[in-house]
């Protein structure tokens, strides 16, 4: 469990916090490509890490991520005009550029100085994946590349991306990601319905039957240079065999799935905090082998794996707000929680942990291990920024962030590391070629 104090740094990320500095340091998504398609188009409003912004593309193609209030009377920005290169409040007319400079002040008299040093805040941005990323960090120091993360190395038609609105802090969600053992209960069908039959150590009954049998994976946690690789095995039907899953985490709070085979599509996402109650979660899917098919597609539009079913806002259709829309029924006879989606058992248990989880109430155990050591690695990265002024090394190793995660069986006499040798070609998952 964590003290009172170590909970309250790993979970706020406002902007004078030491968590909210240190993911400062990090490029973050702030909008779908998508949202801001338009030249000239409707601004979108940015909440992240407590600071409210607007997101614009003006009309030469540029991004602009500036201060949502006008810097005049105050007035949102997100009602203004996009137009001819740059941002008009309605309120009086002061324009500004993506730069955050003043491009216009009709109401100001020619010559006064204010025409020269009226701006308002903006981040630098760049599209990376589908993605719009902004870099929120110091202006004064060297601002990194983004994370190289393998699914915007990939061509548009070898992945998917989206958003989904989460109402709790973004810890939960990563812990929740980080722990493998959760899928011998959480996602499981009843027991009644499973199925031994297919011999297919690839297939996912297969698969399925060996996590419904086996609550208490082995764990192993290799550390790299951006994060760490944490892998669950169990037992198979093969007494000499494991099946391990295996997730990477890379900082601040890229997540990966752990359970894709050879010539599957992998899933991974970014969370990025909005206030500390909050945040969103841009997922990505994508497979470096093939185009993403039609059927697969229109599955991870509905909802499928840790892309929820989502609806206005991006809000998950089964939310807070109607109890995830379970059904004590099919709890009953079919599932486990009731609740129909992956994504949606994950989010529902999660934020059910509250709003921000108490962690000092906490009874933790073996299986426990990749979610501690987790929250020792960021509180630590983040208490020394804060009180030795070591700047994180990630950021500026944006190569490392190209891994994989994914599943595998292999002889049980094998260790993580040469399980991911085996799996992938490298010892710690990452994409070399």
Not at 62 to 91: K, M, Q, S, T, W
Not at 130 to 154: H, K, S
Not at 195 to 222: C, I, V, Y
Not at 271 to 282: A, E, I, K, N
Request: charged content about 25%.
């Amino acid at each position: 469990m964590l003290t009172v104090e170590e909970n309250e740094l790993l979970t706020q990320s406002g902007a004078e916090t030491p968590m909210g500095a240190y993911f400062r340091r990090f490029w973050q998504p702030v909008a779908l490509s998508e949202e801001v398609s338009e030249t000239d188009g409707a601004p979108v409003r940015v909440t992240i890490l407590g600071e409210e912004l607007v997101a614009f593309r003006d009309s030469e193609g540029r991004i602009g991520l500036v201060d949502r209030r006008c810097p005049h009377r105050g007035a949102d920005l997100f009602f203004g005009r996009n137009e001819e290169c740059g941002l008009r409040c309605v309120y009086h007319g002061w324009k500004f550029g993506v730069d955050g400079k003043a491009m216009d002040l009709p109401n100001v008299p020619p010559g006064v100085r204010m025409h020269d040093t009226v701006s308002i805040k903006a981040y630098p941005t760049r599209e990376y994946g589908g993605f719009v990323w902004a870099y929120l960090g110091p202006a004064n120091g060297e601002i990194p590349d983004v994370p190289q993360l393998e699914f915007g190395r990939v061509e548009d038609s070898k992945r998917y991306v989206m958003k989904q609105r989460i109402e709790c802090n973004w810890v939960q969600i990563m812990e929740g990601d980080l722990d493998t053992s959760h899928f011998s209960f959480l996602h499981m069908p009843a027991p009644s319905l499973q199925t031994a039959e297919n011999k297919d150590t690839n297939s996912p009954n297969r698969h399925l039957e060996w996590m419904r049998r086996d609550g208490q994976p082995k764990f192993d946690l290799l550390d790299h240079d951006v994060g760490f690789v944490a892998g669950g095995a169990r037992e198979t039907d093969d007494a000499g065999d494991l099946y391990w899953r295996t997730t990477q985490f890379m900082l601040p709070s890229h997540g990966t799935g752990p359970a894709t085979v050879p010539g599957e599509t992998y899933y991974g996402f970014t969370l990025v905090p909005t206030m500390d109650d909050g945040c969103w979660m841009y997922c990505y899917a994508w497979n470096p082998e093939r185009d993403l098919h039609e059927a697969e597609l229109a599955k991870l539009k509905e909802g499928h794996g840790i892309f929820a079913e989502v609806g206005s806002g991006y809000m998950p259709v089964r939310n807070r707000s109607n109890d995830y829309q379970i059904d004590r029924e099919l709890q009953k006879h079919q599932t486990y929680t009731g609740v129909k989606g992956t994504a949606e058992q994950d989010i529902m248990i999660q934020q059910s942990q509250g709003w921000i989880a108490d962690r000092t109430r906490e009874n933790l155990t073996a299986t426990d291990a990749a979610v501690v050591h987790f929250r020792r690695l960021l509180i630590g990265e983040a208490k020394a920024l804060a009180e030795e002024g070591t700047e994180p090394s990630a950021p500026h190793d944006p190569e490392a962030y190209c891994t994989r995660p994914g599943a595998w069986v292999t002889d049980s006499g094998k260790e993580l590391e040469e399980v991911l040798t085996e799996r992938f070609g490298h010892p710690r998952g990452r994409v070399t070629s």
